[in-house]
């Protein structure tokens, strides 16, 4: 059975940084692209950012670009979500996901709130 | 980027009703599209894949077609289990866009 586990939420001050991970088992890890996606209380879902099979590559939505930075540890199966510079807009559900076709397993999200 | 539209953003129909659900690239995206379905308080789950292809485990009420920039969620006989927010979503390239969602209910 797949499973993401996401941890390493909180509450953050504005202009601050928080690093998310993404433990995961079930699968081979290092076969799959893996993302993470938001959503924002009562919005919709939002994509953050994704990284390639072996973390050679990366994507970010303008939305964060050079304030977060994705990575993948494919030793300790797990993903990280590095985010600095952090916003009030930023305040969300963060959701760890493993993309087979569409983003076919979901981790339950770990949520971040910045507030001062 | 490509930007992902849905209409309408909200339905209420009834149960038994035939439901459908459009979403709409402003470019081509092949058939690079998903459906997904978010149950008030919980993880969204995938439904469609591809455009048409369901996911495992998924009621075969569901289905989807498209190709191209126009498709279509198609609930052949709405359930009161059904009552979801549904997303499309692009994953031909990055950025992976959502839909803004589409809310059915019940009447």
């Known amino acids: 059975e797949v499973q993401l586990v996401e941890s390493g939420g909180g509450l953050v001050q504005p202009g601050g940084s928080l690093r998310l991970s993404c433990s995961a088992s079930?699968?081979?890890?290092?076969?799959?692209?893996m993302h993470w996606v938001r959503q924002a209380p009562g919005k919709g879902l939002e994509y953050v950012s994704a990284?390639?099979?072996?973390?050679?590559?990366?994507y970010y939505a303008d939305s964060v670009k050079g304030r977060f930075t994705i990575s993948r540890d494919n030793s300790k199966n797990t993903l990280y979500l590095q985010m600095s510079s952090l916003r009030a807009e930023d305040t969300a559900v963060y959701y760890c996901?493993?993309?087979?076709?569409?983003?076919?397993?979901w981790g339950q999200g770990t949520l971040v709130t910045v507030s001062s | 980027d490509i930007q992902m539209t849905q209409s309408p953003s909200s339905l209420s129909a009834s149960v038994g009703d035939r439901v459908t659900i459009t979403c709409r690239a402003s470019?081509?995206?092949?058939?690079?599209l998903a459906w997904y379905q978010q149950k008030p308080g919980k993880v969204p789950k995938l439904l469609i894949y591809?455009?048409?292809t369901l996911h495992s485990g998924v009621p075969s009420r569901f289905s989807g077609s498209g190709s191209g920039t126009d498709f279509t969620l198609t609930i052949s006989s709405l359930q009161p289990e059904d009552v979801a927010t549904y997303y499309c979503?692009?994953?031909?390239?990055?950025?992976?866009?959502f839909g803004p969602g589409t809310k059915v209910d019940i009447k």
């Open positions: 996901v493993r993309r087979v076709g569409g983003y076919s397993d």
């Open positions: 079930g699968f081979t890890f290092s076969s799959n692209p």
């Open positions: 990284i390639s099979n072996i973390g050679g590559t990366t």
């Open positions: 470019q081509g995206i092949s058939n690079s």
């Open positions: 591809a455009a048409s």
């Open positions: 979503q692009k994953y031909n390239s990055a950025p992976f866009t």
